[in-house]
């Protein structure tokens, strides 16, 4: 399917260098064709068997175009699940084919606004865009029910405007919004085919933060959620298939504390001063990936963003680990 939607543009490429003084005949056909083909494209379900892991967004507070707040997919027997919804995740669900209003179930690591942002906009394309008449159920640590019951509240005008502008049968007001559910470690989910597992991540004062470890078709990831590789891990997670971790590389962090400072920023300098110690290095996510015996080990949440290649390489450093990217799908199976 990514290779359909390369061939949508690739064409429309083509014609527009081709044939530039037939452009304003050929645009609405080619416009046609190319919202017919994308609207029917469904890659939840085209995935297939197996666990699949979407990085929907890889980036962090820092801003990156290419690379929008934290947001992982997992999908599963063509059900969609996902942990964290931060901003810009909801529109990158969109235009890389797993849209907003697919999902199933979301789950939150911890209520740092980087990884909330989106929530409103997420609960928005499940009710509107996948017309759900019931809530979508958030799963996340002791205040989930406060993020919730706010956004419920920030979008009530909009529930209402919507309601009576499409009507009841399009956008049931049953299914307007959210409903929080507050978790511990432990078993958090399990439906028989996907069971999800929570534990304590280190992030203080960050408390309570989860990470998690998700099991389906007998394959296993874990999600560090922001932490440093401190962290202990449940027996769950060893031999995982992929482990997916969060990074800040620490020189680079210095280099923007440096130019905060030296431009007399030190508000800023500070606040670069002080996010090393809750989060973990590219070496040390690679540690803890051979700790648990990983067969694979990712790196998303990058700090600072890295935006080209040259930036992940000096990211990553000498780590043995790969670097996600926005809109990646790694697939586990047999
Ligand atoms: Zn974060
Ligand atoms: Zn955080």
Same mark, same amino acid.
């Given at each position: 399917?990514?290779?359909?939607?390369?061939?949508?543009?690739?064409?429309?490429?083509?014609?527009?260098?081709?044939?530039?003084?037939?452009?304003?005949?050929?645009?609405?056909?080619? &416009?046609?064709?190319?919202?017919?083909?994308?609207?029917?494209?469904?890659?939840?379900?085209?995935?297939?068997?197996?666990?699949?892991?979407?990085? +929907?967004?890889?980036?962090?507070?820092?801003?990156?175009?290419?690379?929008?707040?934290?947001?992982?997919?997992?999908?599963?027997?063509?059900?969609?699940?996902?942990?964290?919804?931060?901003?810009?995740?909801?529109?990158?669900?969109?235009?890389?084919? &797993?849209?907003?209003?697919?999902?199933?179930?979301?789950?939150?690591?911890?209520?740092?606004?980087?990884?909330?942002?989106?929530?409103?906009?997420?609960?928005?394309?499940?009710?509107?865009?996948?017309? *759900?008449?019931?809530?979508?159920?958030?799963?996340?640590?002791?205040?989930?029910?406060?993020?919730?019951?706010?956004?419920?509240?920030?979008? #009530?005008?909009?529930?209402?405007?919507?309601?009576?502008?499409?009507?009841? #049968?399009?956008?049931?007001?049953?299914?307007?919004?959210?409903?929080?559910?507050?978790?511990?470690?432990?078993?958090?989910?399990?439906?028989?085919?996907?069971?999800?597992?929570?534990?304590?991540?280190?992030?203080?004062?960050?408390?309570?933060?989860?990470?998690?470890?998700?099991?389906?078709?007998?394959?296993?990831?874990?999600?560090?959620?922001?932490?440093?590789?401190?962290?202990?891990?449940?027996?769950?997670?060893?031999?995982?298939?992929?482990?997916?971790?969060?990074?800040? @590389?620490?020189?680079?962090?210095?280099?923007?504390?440096? !130019?905060?400072?030296?431009?007399? @920023?030190?508000?800023?300098?500070?606040? &670069? &001063?002080? +996010?090393?110690?809750?989060?973990?290095?590219?070496?040390?996510? !690679?540690?803890?990936?051979?700790?648990?015996?990983?067969?694979?080990?990712?790196?998303?949440?990058?700090?600072? *963003?890295?935006? @080209?290649?040259?930036?992940?390489?000096?990211?990553?450093?000498?780590?043995?680990?790969?670097?996600?990217?926005?809109?990646?799908?790694?697939?586990?199976?047999?």
């Amino acid at each position: 399917m990514k290779f359909r939607i390369s061939l949508i543009l690739g064409i429309l490429v083509l014609m527009g260098g081709a044939f530039i003084g037939l452009r304003p005949m050929l645009a609405p056909a080619l &416009f046609e064709r190319a919202v017919a083909q994308r609207m029917s494209v469904d890659r939840v379900a085209d995935l297939g068997p197996g666990l699949h892991v979407v990085l +929907i967004g890889t980036g962090a507070p820092l801003p990156d175009p290419s690379r929008v707040g934290p947001m992982t997919g997992v999908v599963a027997d063509g059900r969609l699940f996902i942990f964290d919804a931060g901003g810009g995740a909801v529109r990158r669900m969109g235009e890389i084919g &797993f849209p907003g209003g697919q999902v199933e179930r979301a789950f939150l690591t911890h209520l740092h606004s980087d990884h909330i942002d989106g929530l409103g906009e997420l609960m928005l394309q499940h009710w509107a865009g996948g017309g *759900a008449d019931a809530p979508l159920p958030i799963a996340g640590p002791d205040g989930v029910e406060d993020v919730v019951a706010g956004l419920m509240q920030a979008y #009530a005008r909009d529930r209402d405007f919507r309601i009576a502008h499409h009507g009841e #049968a399009v956008v049931p007001p049953s299914g307007f919004g959210a409903v929080a559910e507050v978790i511990t470690p432990g078993v958090v989910y399990d439906d028989g085919s996907v069971r999800v597992i929570a534990f304590l991540a280190e992030h203080a004062p960050v408390s309570p933060a989860l990470g998690y470890v998700v099991t389906h078709a007998g394959k296993t990831v874990v999600l560090t959620g922001d932490s440093t590789a401190n962290v202990s891990l449940p027996p769950e997670a060893r031999g995982s298939d992929l482990l997916l971790a969060e990074a800040l @590389n620490v020189d680079m962090v210095g280099t923007l504390e440096a !130019a905060a400072r030296a431009t007399g @920023n030190d508000r800023l300098a500070k606040i &670069f &001063f002080d +996010i090393p110690d809750y989060h973990m290095t590219p070496k040390g996510a !690679a540690e803890l990936g051979q700790r648990i015996d990983a067969k694979r080990t990712v790196l998303t949440h990058l700090v600072p *963003a890295a935006p @080209n290649r040259m930036a992940e390489r000096l990211f990553l450093g000498d780590a043995d680990a790969e670097i996600g990217r926005d809109g990646m799908v790694i697939t586990l199976r047999d």
